[in-house]
C-alpha cells in the first residue's frame, strides 16, 4: 500500500463521511477491513507503521480462522505457504509424555485443515493486496490517530500524518480499535481490564535452518523442564521457533543475547545449521477488557484481550473477533437490523475468548511449573494416565442465535467436485433447509431470495441432510460469519427465522462504493 495521504482527508472542508475507520492494520483490522468492503461500505484504515512488519510474530491459526479467510478472499493465496500442524505435545524433563494434543489431518467440519502453520507477514499482505484490489478502502501509513470525539452520529477523528508532520480530521459513523495492547481507542472508551493472573517473560526466537532437520520433528513440543521451561513449534517451510522461559537467576544483561540464546538452543541445534531471525522478549498476559464498545467507539483483537501463546489462539481470537463485529456493523449502518445488535458483539465474544485464555493459563500451569514437589506430583499423575486434549469449542456468549444450535459455529461441507459451501452462499445469511420444507415454504423461500439478504440451500446433498439431522432440525440459518442464528422445525419457526434476519424489513441492497 502506498505511504500517502487522500487530500479529500486533509483539507480544511468537513472530510467525507466515512461509515467505518478502523485503527490499526494488523490482522485483525485487515480482515475486518477486506469483509466491511465486502459489504459495500466506506473504510478507512488508519496505520502508525509505514509497512508491514517483516519479522515473524504469529505462527499459528485454525480451520475457523482459514474459513474466515476464505469469505475475505485470500484462502487460496495463503495456501501454498502454510504447512498443516498435527498438534503439539508435552513432556516433562525426563522426555514422558504427559499431554498428547493430536490434530486431525484431514479437511475438517470448517472445511479446512483443523491446525495451520504460517509466516505472519504472508498473512499481512495477502490481506492488504485484497483489500487494494477490492476497492472501497482509504488506507493511511504512518497515520497515528490521538484524538476522538463522538458525536450523536458519528465520531470525529483526529490524526497526525506522522511522516508529513501534519493534522488532519475526518469522521465516520463507527471507530473500531485493532490497535494493539496499548489500544489508544480502548483508552477513549475508558474500559479496565481484568487480568487472570498469568505474567511470566519470555524469550521468542525465530531460526530459518540452512538443511533439512527431520529430527526436530513437525509437532509442537512443549517441554515441561522445571529447570528451563521451553516451546518448540515448526512452521512453513525452513521456519522453526523456540519459545524460552527467563528464570530467576538469570542474568538480565545476557538475556535474549545471541549467546544466551544458543547456549539455550544447543540441545536442539546450532549456529552451523541454522540462521537466527529474530529474538524477542515478551511478558506472556492474560486480560480481558471489561467493556468492548462504548457507543460508537469498539476494540477487537488485542486492545480487547491478550492470552498466552500456549494454545497458538492470540491471533484466532483477533480474527474471530473481527468476522463478528463486520457483519453486524454493515447490517447497522445498512439499516437491515437495529442498532442493539451491537450490543451482542462483546456479549457473544467475551466468554468465548475467555475459554481459550482460561484454558491457555491453565496449560501454562504445567508447561511453567517449575516447583520440586510440584512437578514431581504432576509428573507421577500424568505419565500414569496421558492426557488427550482435544480443542475446545464453546458456543458464543448470549446474543443474536437462539434454539439449540444457535451459537454453534456451523458447517462447511466440501462437496464431490471440491467446492466449498461458503463460496456458493457468498458472504451473507444462508438458509440450510430440507427439500419437504422448502416445498411447503415456496413463497417465503422465494421473497429472501429475491431480498438477497439470504441464501437459500436445499439440502439435497448428503452433508447438509447429515447436518440437519445431527440438528434435529429442518432448517439452519447460517450468520455470514457462519454461526447457527437459529434452527427452524416447521413453516411457522422458518418464518420467524427469516423475519429475524431482517427479510420482511431488509432495504435493497446497495452497491460497494
Not at 490499526?24 to 468492503?37: E, I, S
Not at 459455529?409 to 433447509?433: K, N, T
Amino acid at each position: 500500500m502506498k505511504d500517502v495521504v487522500n487530500n479529500s482527508v486533509c483539507k480544511t472542508n468537513p472530510p467525507p463521511d466515512y461509515d467505518v475507520a478502523i485503527i490499526g492494520f494488523g490482522p485483525t483490522g485487515a480482515t475486518l477491513a477486506n469483509l466491511l468492503t465486502l459489504r459495500g461500505l466506506k473504510v478507512v484504515v488508519f496505520e502508525r507503521d509505514k509497512d508491514v512488519f517483516q519479522l515473524p510474530r504469529a505462527v499459528h491459526f485454525d480451520g475457523e480462522c482459514m474459513r474466515v479467510f476464505q469469505a475475505a478472499g485470500v484462502a487460496q493465496t495463503l495456501l501454498p505457504n502454510l504447512f498443516v500442524g498435527p498438534g503439539m505435545k508435552f513432556v516433562n524433563a525426563r522426555g514422558e509424555l504427559m499431554i498428547d494434543w493430536t490434530r486431525p489431518g484431514g479437511i475438517g467440519p470448517q472445511g479446512w485443515c483443523a491446525s495451520y502453520k504460517f509466516h505472519q507477514p504472508d498473512l499481512e499482505r495477502a490481506l492488504r493486496a485484497q483489500l487494494s484490489a477490492r476497492g472501497g478502502a482509504d488506507v493511511h501509513l504512518r497515520h497515528e490517530v490521538f484524538a476522538l470525539d463522538e458525536r450523536d452520529d458519528h465520531v470525529r477523528i483526529r490524526f497526525e500524518d506522522t511522516a508529513q508532520g501534519r493534522l488532519a480530521h475526518t469522521t465516520a459513523r463507527y471507530v473500531v480499535g485493532c490497535d494493539g495492547a496499548r489500544s489508544t481507542v480502548r483508552r477513549f472508551i475508558g474500559t479496565e481490564l481484568a487480568d487472570l493472573k498469568s505474567h511470566e517473560r519470555w524469550v521468542v526466537v525465530d531460526v530459518l535452518l540452512e538443511g533439512e532437520r527431520a529430527d526436530l520433528g513437525d509437532y509442537s513440543i512443549q517441554y515441561c523442564d522445571p529447570a528451563r521451561p521451553t516451546t518448540y513449534t515448526r512452521g512453513p517451510h525452513n521456519r522453526r521457533r523456540w519459545e524460552i522461559m527467563v528464570m530467576p537467576g538469570d542474568d538480565e544483561r545476557r538475556i535474549g543475547t545471541q549467546e544466551w540464546i544458543w547456549e539455550r538452543l544447543a540441545r536442539w541445534i546450532t549456529p552451523e545449521h541454522a540462521q537466527l531471525e529474530r529474538s524477542a522478549i515478551y511478558t506472556f498476559h492474560s486480560v480481558i477488557a471489561q467493556g468492548w464498545r462504548r457507543g460508537r467507539l469498539l476494540i477487537a483483537g488485542d486492545a480487547a484481550h491478550q492470552t498466552p501463546p500456549f494454545m497458538g489462539q492470540g491471533m484466532a481470537a483477533g480474527i474471530r473477533d473481527a468476522s463478528n463485529l463486520a457483519w453486524k456493523l454493515a447490517d447497522v449502518i445498512d439499516g437491515a437490523l437495529p442498532e442493539t445488535l451491537l450490543d451482542t458483539y462483546e456479549s457473544e465474544r467475551e466468554p468465548h475468548v475467555r475459554t481459550f485464555i482460561e484454558t491457555a493459563v491453565q496449560l501454562g500451569g504445567v508447561i511453567q511449573a517449575t516447583d520440586t514437589d510440584a512437578v514431581a506430583a504432576r509428573d507421577r499423575e500424568m505419565t500414569a494416565a496421558i492426557r488427550e486434549f482435544r480443542t475446545p469449542q464453546p458456543r458464543l456468549g448470549p446474543g443474536w442465535h437462539a434454539g439449540v444450535a444457535g451459537g454453534d459455529i456451523g458447517r462447511q461441507p466440501v462437496f464431490e467436485d471440491g467446492s466449498r459451501l461458503d463460496d456458493a452462499v457468498g458472504y451473507r445469511f444462508a438458509l440450510i433447509v430440507d427439500e419437504a420444507l422448502a416445498q411447503r415454504a415456496q413463497d417465503a423461500l422465494t421473497n429472501a431470495a429475491q431480498r438477497e439478504r439470504v441464501a437459500i440451500v436445499s439440502a439435497t446433498r448428503e452433508p447438509l441432510r447429515a447436518w440437519l439431522a445431527d440438528t434435529g432440525a429442518r432448517a439452519v440459518l447460517l450468520r455470514p460469519d457462519r454461526y447457527v442464528g437459529g434452527v427452524a422445525h416447521d413453516a411457522g419457526e422458518l418464518d420467524a427465522l427469516l423475519a429475524r434476519a431482517g427479510v420482511a424489513c431488509a432495504p435493497q441492497r446497495r452497491e460497494a462504493a
